[in-house]
C-alpha cells in the first residue's frame, strides 16, 4: 500500500456503482453499489451506504454511518457510535461499541459452517440440553455452497458434558465462495 | 457473597435466593436444570439450562453456560452458548465465546470476542437507506421471536 | 485542497455525482458529474463524460466534456472526446482529439 494516500469521497459525493481498489479509504458521502478495498475503510458519521450485491469488503472496516448491506473484513469491524448498520457483519474480529446500532448476524469466525441451528429461533424452551441442536458438525472445508438458512438438522453429536460446544458460525450464502476468491488474490 | 440456593443434581428448578446481593456459583459448581434468581448472579462454574434473573448476570471468564439466559443486564466473559434478553445491556468481552442472539436496550462486543448470532438493534436507518433486500430479520432464514 | 480525492489506487465504475470539487488521481469510468471543480491529475484514467464548472485535464480522459466556465487541458494531459466550453485552453504538449464548441 506504499504510495497511495487516503482517498475521500466527500459529502457531497453519490456514486451508483463500484469502488474498489487499493489504498485507505475514507466515505463522508453516498454510495450505492459495492465497495471493495485492499486497505482500511473509514465510513463516517455522514456515510451512506447502500450494498447492492454481496458484501462491503476491506481490510478494516470502521463505521460511524450508517450502511444497508453486509459487512466483511478480513481483519476486522469496528461499529463505533452513532453506526447504524442492517446487515450481517463477518470477520476475525469485530467490536461494536456502546451506541453502535446493528440489525443482522455477528460471525467472527471465517471457517466455514453449515446451517445454523433453527432451533434458537423458537421462544425459550426448558429442556436442558439443548447445547446438541446448538452445536454444528465439524466444519467442511469443501461445502460448495455454505447454508446459512437455518434448515433444522438434528445433528447427532454427543452430548458434551462440562465441554464448551465449539462455536459454529454461520455465513450468508456465497459468503464462503467470496471469502476463498479473496483469500486466493 | 452468598450462597443461598439449592443445586438440584437430577435436573429441575435451582432457586438462587438472597435478595440484593450478588450470588455465586462457583467454578465447582454444575448446575444441570433451569435456573432462577432475584438478585444479580454470577457464574463461574457450568450451567446446563435456563437461567433467569431479576438482576443482572455475569457469566465470568471460567463460566459456562449453555441456554438461554434472561436478565436486566448481562456480562459475557466466559462461554455461553444460548439467546440472551436483557432488559439493559448486554457486553460480550474480548475472550468470551459466545453462540446466541443477543437482545437488549444495547449490545456492546468488544473486539477479540469470539461471536456469532444474531443482534436485533431497535432503529431506522436514514435517509432513505432502507435494507432493499428483504427485512433484516428474516436475511438468514431464521425469523427472531 | 478538495473534499473528494479518489486516489491512484481507487477504481469507480459508474456514476459520480458531486456538488463540491472532485480531484481524480485514480481510474473513474462511467459517468462524472460535478456542480464544480475537477481535476484529473497526471496518471489518472477517466474513461467517462465529465460535466463540470471547471475541468483541468493533466491525466487521460476519454469522453465528452461539458464545463459552465472553462476547460483545461495541460501538458501531459490527454483528452478524447468533445469538449464544450465557454473558455479552453490546450497547453503545448498536450494530446488532444476530438471537437471543441465555444458558443455556449
Not at chain 2, 25 to 39: F, K, Q, S
Not at chain 2, 52 to 65: A, I, K, M, Q
Not at chain 3, 19 to 26: L, R
Request: hydrophobic share 40%; proline share 5%.
Amino acid at each position: 500500500m506504499a504510495g497511495f494516500d487516503t482517498s475521500r469521497i466527500g459529502r457531497g459525493l453519490v456514486i451508483r456503482g463500484t469502488i474498489r481498489g487499493e489504498g485507505d479509504l475514507e466515505i463522508e458521502g453516498r454510495v450505492e453499489g459495492n465497495v471493495d478495498l485492499d486497505g482500511e475503510l473509514t465510513l463516517t458519521d455522514s456515510a451512506r451506504v447502500k450494498i447492492e450485491s454481496g458484501a462491503l469488503a476491506a481490510r478494516r472496516v470502521v463505521v460511524q454511518g450508517a450502511v444497508a448491506g453486509d459487512i466483511r473484513a478480513t481483519a476486522a469491524i469496528v461499529l463505533e457510535p452513532g453506526a447504524r448498520v442492517v446487515g450481517d457483519l463477518a470477520a476475525p474480529s469485530i467490536g461494536i461499541r456502546p451506541g453502535g446500532l446493528l440489525r443482522g448476524h455477528v460471525s467472527t469466525s471465517d471457517s466455514p459452517a453449515p446451517a445454523r441451528a433453527a432451533a434458537r429461533s423458537a421462544p425459550r424452551r426448558e429442556e436442558a440440553p439443548r447445547a446438541p441442536a446448538r452445536v454444528a458438525p465439524p466444519p467442511r472445508r469443501e461445502t460448495p455452497a455454505a447454508k446459512p438458512t437455518p434448515v433444522a438438522k438434528p445433528t447427532p453429536v454427543a452430548k458434551s458434558k462440562g465441554a464448551p460446544p465449539p462455536m459454529m458460525p454461520s455465513l450468508k450464502k456465497g459468503a464462503k465462495a467470496q471469502m476463498k476468491k479473496k483469500a486466493g488474490k | 457473597m452468598s450462597r443461598n440456593f439449592a443445586t438440584n443434581r437430577a435436573g429441575g428448578r435451582t432457586a438462587v435466593r438472597g435478595s440484593d446481593e450478588a450470588n455465586v456459583l462457583g467454578a465447582t459448581v454444575r448446575v444441570r436444570g433451569r435456573l432462577l434468581g432475584d438478585g444479580d448472579l454470577r457464574i463461574e462454574g457450568d450451567i446446563e439450562g435456563e437461567v433467569r434473573v431479576r438482576g443482572s448476570l455475569d457469566v465470568s471468564e471460567g463460566g459456562n453456560v449453555r441456554g438461554n439466559v434472561t436478565a436486566s443486564a448481562v456480562t459475557l466473559s466466559g462461554s455461553l452458548t444460548g439467546d440472551v434478553d436483557a432488559e439493559g445491556a448486554v457486553l460480550i468481552r474480548a475472550g468470551a465465546k459466545v453462540a446466541g442472539d443477543m437482545k437488549g436496550s444495547e449490545i456492546a462486543l468488544e473486539e477479540g470476542a469470539s461471536y456469532t448470532g444474531r443482534i436485533e438493534a431497535d432503529f431506522e436507518l436514514p435517509d432513505g437507506l432502507d435494507d432493499s433486500r428483504g427485512d433484516a430479520k428474516s436475511r438468514t432464514g431464521a425469523k427472531r421471536r | 485542497m478538495a473534499a473528494t480525492v479518489i486516489g491512484q489506487g481507487i477504481i469507480i465504475e459508474g456514476e459520480v455525482t458531486s456538488d463540491e470539487a472532485v480531484v481524480v488521481a485514480g481510474t473513474v469510468r462511467g459517468k462524472l458529474t460535478v456542480d464544480g471543480a475537477v481535476t484529473i491529475e497526471s496518471g489518472a484514467v477517466v474513461e467517462a463524460d465529465i460535466g463540470a464548472t471547471t475541468l483541468s485535464v493533466g491525466g487521460s480522459v476519454t469522453g465528452n466534456v461539458t464545463a459552465s466556465d472553462r476547460v483545461d487541458l495541460l501538458t501531459g494531459g490527454k483528452l478524447i472526446g468533445d469538449v464544450k466550453a465557454a473558455r479552453v485552453t490546450i497547453a503545448d504538449g498536450a494530446v488532444f482529439k476530438g471537437n471543441v464548441d465555444m458558443d455556449l
